[in-house]
């Protein structure tokens, strides 16, 4: 977590000067500097020490996601691999245009009907067990109904090492580098890794995507809201 510090001359920085590293999830938010979060909805029905403290003000409405079919408040995960990995994407792009290719990924566009047959032993990267769009919406795609913590004992679909890289981004770099075959990443977070560093992703190809759910909350603390009622 980060707080917001002294700038120049003594004056308030809006922006965050320090972080703080936490022991455990129950510790942050303890914190009573942890005022206001954005968190993966399964995390926050997931965790007892957010629901504690925090409660839900809204979600975002992210405009991009409506490239990916989303309505308005959700947003989903796609599902990606290396481009080399050709048995992941051996039916034809078919009609698509260039544009909706560049949109998909960094060139190439694996076709939509594949039903991950392909995933099958393949090693997952993910971010934490307890996303959403990293783990649990690949799981429930291809009928891994095991609790997420428990997905590597009784995992029967994929690899039984499951690369944790602790972000996003990671996981796609682990597909990249070939530490891991096949991640599940949001929406949003594909956009902005394409944006800004799109030289991360120019080797991966998305094979799919994954349900809608509602966008990840944001979260204020409660503490808050009973001092300042509306």
């Known amino acids: 977590g980060c707080r917001a510090g002294a700038g120049e001359n003594g004056q308030d920085n809006k922006y965050p000067s320090t972080c703080r590293a936490y022991s455990s999830e129950a510790d ?3 914190d009573e500097d942890m005022l206001f979060v ?17 409660h839900v003000i809204g979600a975002p409405v992210y405009e991009g996601n409506t490239t990916f079919d989303c309505v308005p408040g959700t947003y989903k995960a796609v599902v990606v691999t290396h481009k080399d990995a050709s048995r992941m994407h051996d039916m034809s792009q078919g009609d698509k245009d260039e544009d909706a290719a560049n949109i998909w990924s960094g060139g190439l ?3 939509q009907g594949t039903q991950f047959t392909g995933l099958v032993g393949q090693k997952i990267a993910i971010n934490n067990f307890g996303s959403f769009s990293g783990l649990v919406a690949l799981a429930n795609r291809v009928q891994i ?3 997420a913590t428990q997905v590597v004992q009784e995992n029967i679909f ?5 690369v944790v890289t602790g972000a996003h981004r990671l996981s796609c770099q682990a597909v990249a580098e070939r530490k891991a075959d096949v991640c599940s990443v949001d929406v949003t977070s594909w956009a902005l890794i394409q944006k800004h560093v799109p030289h991360e ?7 799919g995507d994954l349900e809608s759910a509602p966008a990840p909350p944001f979260l204020v603390r409660r503490a808050l809201l009973d001092a ?3």
């Open 109 to 111: 566009m694996a076709d």
């Open 158 to 162: 994929f690899h039984p090492e499951v």
């Open 28 to 30: 942050m938010f303890a």
């Open 228 to 230: 300042h009622p509306t």
């Open 201 to 207: 992703i120019e080797d991966l190809v998305i094979v």
């Open 38 to 54: 954005q968190l993966c909805g399964q995390a926050y029905y997931e965790s007892e020490a957010c629901r504690a403290h925090m």
């Open 145 to 147: 109904r095991s609790p």
